[in-house]
């Protein structure tokens, strides 16, 4: 099993509409979490750090359940620019651990 | 500034070839990372260091050796390149290690 797992996609939506990945991880001990994105051809940048609490940057929600171990991303009112890949992270132990991505194409 | 610049952005080698790729950074950071990404795999640790003159290996580092002999810089080497390092190359560095990860744009590697 992955220690850490993604729906590779594609989410296919509209311009303007909510979307949410999930993603789930192995580790129980892993204690940290961030949401990146990757555009097609280029280095993964952060997007966002995932807090215990849940945290909101603009239209980005992220949220964590550790009882659960899965952490989730939610794009409300979609763009064309936010058609990427989204990488979850968890870090334990000394290293960050990537999933495989899940892309997303937000259409006109 | 910068950031997280590697070279060459390119490049493609014969099996058994060797070569080097070079990482630096001008953020003034301690951690430095290489990583693999390949197509369904996502990215994977190749080594790591958290300081001058100090490596680590990572998920996969067979094939691959690494140097930290300056802060700034992390040197990514394969002594006999095979088609199965075939894949693209990210060096990452971040100021500790639960910081995030800031990355260079990647060298595309060729083995034929």
């Known amino acids: 099993r992955k220690e850490v797992e993604q729906d590779p996609g594609p989410f296919n939506v509209p311009e303007g509409a909510t979307v949410a990945f999930n993603c789930t991880y192995s580790?129980?001990?892993?204690?940290?979490f961030f949401w990146y994105r990757q555009d097609c051809r280029k280095e993964p940048k952060l997007l966002m750090s995932?807090?215990?609490s849940g945290n909101e940057d603009g239209r980005f929600t992220a949220q964590l359940n550790r009882a659960s171990q899965y952490i989730s991303l939610l794009i409300r009112d979609s763009k064309l620019s936010d058609s990427a890949t989204y990488l979850c992270v968890a870090f334990y132990g000394q290293n960050f651990v990537f999933g495989p991505g899940t892309r997303l194409s937000v259409l006109p | 500034n910068a950031g997280v610049t590697q070279t060459p952005k390119f490049r493609v080698l014969k099996t058994g070839q060797s070569m080097t790729l070079l990482c630096a950074q001008d953020?003034?950071?301690?951690?430095m990372y290489w990583y693999r990404q390949d197509p369904g795999m996502g990215l994977r640790l190749i080594h790591y260091?958290?300081?001058?003159?100090?490596?680590a290996k990572g998920e996969v580092p067979d094939g691959y050796n690494v140097s930290r002999l300056k802060k700034q810089n992390f040197l990514l080497g394969l002594e006999s390149a095979a088609p199965s390092q075939t894949s693209v190359y990210f060096c990452a560095s971040s100021l500790g290690s639960l910081r995030p990860q800031h990355f260079g744009d990647g060298t595309r590697l060729s083995i034929l």
């Open positions: 995932v807090y215990s």
């Open positions: 953020m003034n950071h301690e951690y």
């Open positions: 260091s958290v300081g001058e003159g100090t490596t």
């Open positions: 580790n129980s001990a892993s204690q940290s």
